[in-house]
């Protein structure tokens, strides 16, 4: 009983070998190509941007307006970052640049609590 035992786990072991080599036999191999270029970036024409801050009764940053967006960039995404004399971030937030004329100005309202007197500048980005 020990040697019948012994064959028929030998047997399903060979069998579950060969029926998983099976399986994989199936399945397709692919390689797709990496490669690397350059592609010229325009940008939409922003040169200087301005912001103001508005600061309630406890000196917290409520909203930051940026001024000096060029029609161009209506559509693209602003992102504007309170920064720390060290450079550090304070808080961040973006908005799509809606459609204008003239000079358009985005306002941002969502920074958490920050300090109005750890805000040493601004950093900004046009993405789109």
Do not use: H
Not at 8 to 31: D, K, N, P, Q, R
């Amino acid at each position: 009983m020990k040697r019948l035992t012994t064959i028929l786990g030998t047997a399903f072991a060979t069998w579950a070998v060969f029926a998983g080599l099976a399986a994989a036999a199936t399945l397709t191999i692919t390689s797709a190509t990496l490669s690397a270029g350059s592609a010229p970036v325009t940008s939409c024409g922003v040169s200087s941007l301005t912001a103001t801050r508005t600061v309630d009764n406890g000196g917290a940053v409520t909203e930051v307006d940026v001024a000096g967006v060029p029609q161009a960039c209506a559509g693209q995404r602003l992102s504007v970052t309170l920064r720390d004399s060290s450079g550090g971030s304070l808080g961040s937030a973006g908005a799509t640049i809606g459609a204008c004329s003239g000079g358009c100005t985005v306002a941002f309202s969502s920074f958490g609590s920050v300090s109005a007197s750890s805000l040493a500048g601004y950093a900004f980005a046009v993405t789109g």
